[in-house]
């Protein structure tokens, strides 16, 4: 059967009172049409079309290729967004599944029942549609589903025009419905204006029911179908998702502590045996080995992290950690930020755009940016890389096993050779050849053989900054 999907995502989200449309706002990291666009792909080979209106250069940017587009351009409901489709799919496909943009929860499995129970009725002649319907007793502004005495659908009934006998109906409409092709095109313009002004979706129930035709109806899990209306509607689906996320790692191997102070993204990956600590946000393009352990409250966005890591109380960004680093308490990785294998940078150490060779060690306090460290270098406390003269950022480069004095400033551009050393308070301005030891403000050379300081300190003992 060949299935196109429609998915309405023009509508004004007036009750989000926001300037973001309301299907850009994200739940769990995704923005809200996005989860519908991946219901849409998992379930048919055709890329879903979207019904943009209000906000759709926004819509549209996101969305770019991945999908096609009708426009809405008065937007006069959902009945109205669905025809902006037709010259799309008239003769195009045997079926069409239209879900709104709002109904964020919902799972594959139930849109395939919703698809099966279609196909099972769609050889009948008089067939018409199949929809979703749920039993709960707050109905949330729902449209009630109205059933005859023999128990079959008659048609849907916005809250707005119900009478209060139809009000108490507990069975309601979640907007998931599949539709034979050319009986949604050959009827959709019957649907009468509401008193709202509105051509409703809903009324293709009546439209149907009027034509002898059969609607097929099954009921969808509670859960997957609240529509997210407002800010209350966003924070309860962003807990739904939030909590299968988590479940999804914990039973592939991940240790949370606290699944209910722990915000992971729909996107993020993270490797067996690796425990993460209550109060941490993992999100967007992020890897996370196996192994390590993130947090307490760490957030990390963007970033990629290797095995037996450990991060305690810190911020990473667009920035990337190699086997056995350590992070924190208090350490702020920001984009461009590489640490090889074996890298430790302790409590207040901020590292940008920089890459810190295998076994850096920056115990306390410092600032790294626009910087290349070799391998095995020492940054003693407080060393900042002065990168920024006010017009330009320049590059230091550190070399091999280099050892930097505490409270030392290295001002770019400045290079120090392997196994270079400066005195704590230096400040350092010009290059420091290998082997050197410089001290002092403006730091100079210090008046010792290089063959002797050489000998001295091959071995600077780096994990010995305390
Ligand atoms: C709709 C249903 C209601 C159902 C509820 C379930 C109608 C008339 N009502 O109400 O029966 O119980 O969803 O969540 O369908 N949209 C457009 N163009 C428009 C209007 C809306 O594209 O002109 C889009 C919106 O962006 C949104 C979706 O359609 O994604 C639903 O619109 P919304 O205003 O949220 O409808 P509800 O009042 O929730
Ligand atoms: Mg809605």
Redesign the pocket.
């Known amino acids: 059967m060949k299935l196109a999907t429609v998915?309405?995502?023009?509508?004004?989200?007036?009750?989000m009172r926001s300037e973001l449309?309301?299907?850009l706002h994200p739940v769990a990291g995704r923005p809200?049409?996005e989860w519908?666009v991946c219901l849409g792909e998992a379930v048919s080979q055709l890329p879903p079309i979207v019904?943009?209106?209000?906000g759709k250069e926004r819509v549209q940017a996101l969305l770019g290729q991945r999908v096609e587009y009708a426009v809405?351009s008065?937007?006069?409901?959902?009945?109205?967004?669905?025809r902006q489709a037709e010259h799309l799919l008239r003769g195009k496909a045997d079926a069409v599944l239209v879900i709104?943009?709002?109904?964020s929860l919902l799972q594959v499995a139930t849109i395939q029942n919703l698809i099966t129970l279609f196909e099972n009725n769609h050889t009948q002649p008089d067939f018409a549609m199949a929809m979703l319907t749920v039993v709960r007793d707050d109905?949330?502004?729902?449209?009630?589903v109205i059933r005859n005495a023999a128990g079959e659908i008659q048609e849907?009934i916005?809250?707005v025009d119900c009478t209060p006998e139809q009000k108490a109906i507990t069975e309601?409409?979640?907007?998931?419905y599949c539709f034979d092709n050319e009986w949604l095109w050959d009827n959709l313009s019957k649907i009468p204006l509401?008193k709202k002004g509105?051509?409703?979706?809903?009324?293709m129930v009546g439209i149907a029911t009027a034509q002898n035709r059969k609607v097929a109806t099954t009921l969808a899990p509670l859960e997957e179908?609240?529509?997210?209306?407002t800010r209350v509607h966003l924070a309860l689906a962003e807990q739904v998702i939030r909590r299968r996320i988590n479940e999804k790692h914990m039973l592939a191997g991940v240790t949370l502590i606290d699944p209910e102070t722990t915000y992971i993204e729909d996107t993020v990956e993270i490797g067996s045996d690796t425990t993460v600590l209550p109060g941490c946000l993992l999100q967007g393009n992020t890897r996370i080995g196996a192994n390590s352990q993130i947090g307490p409250h760490s957030q990390i966005i963007d970033s990629e992290i290797g095995n037996y890591c450990r991060i305690t109380y810190s911020v990473m960004e667009k920035a990337r950690l190699e086997d056995h680093c350590e992070i924190g308490p208090f350490g702020r990785l920001r984009p461009g930020a590489h640490l090889a294998e074996g890298v430790h940078m302790g409590n207040f150490g901020e590292v940008k755009n920089s890459y810190l060779g295998p076994g850096t060690k920056m115990g306390h306090f410092s600032y790294i940016g626009d910087t290349h460290i070799e391998a095995t270098a020492n940054i003693g406390a407080g060393t900042i890389t002065c990168n920024y003269d006010g017009q330009k950022k320049s590059k230091t480069v550190i070399g091999k096993d280099v050892f930097i004095g505490s409270d030392t400033l290295l001002v770019a551009p400045v290079t120090l050779g392997d196994h270079a050393m400066t005195g704590a308070g230096s400040v350092v301005t010009k290059d420091v050849p290998a082997n050197t030891l410089v001290y002092g403000v403006p730091a100079r050379q210090a008046n010792r053989n290089d063959a002797t300081l050489a000998s001295d300190s091959p071995n600077v003992d780096v994990t010995h900054d305390e």
Not at 172 to 176: A, E
């Open positions: 998915i309405l995502a023009a509508g004004f989200g007036t009750r449309p309301k299907v809200m049409v519908a019904v943009v209106g209000h809405q008065e937007l006069l409901g959902t009945g109205h967004a669905v709104y943009a709002d109904t109905a949330q502004g729902f449209g009630r849907i916005e809250e309601l409409n979640p907007g998931i509401s509105e051509y409703y979706l809903t009324d179908v609240n529509g997210i209306n």
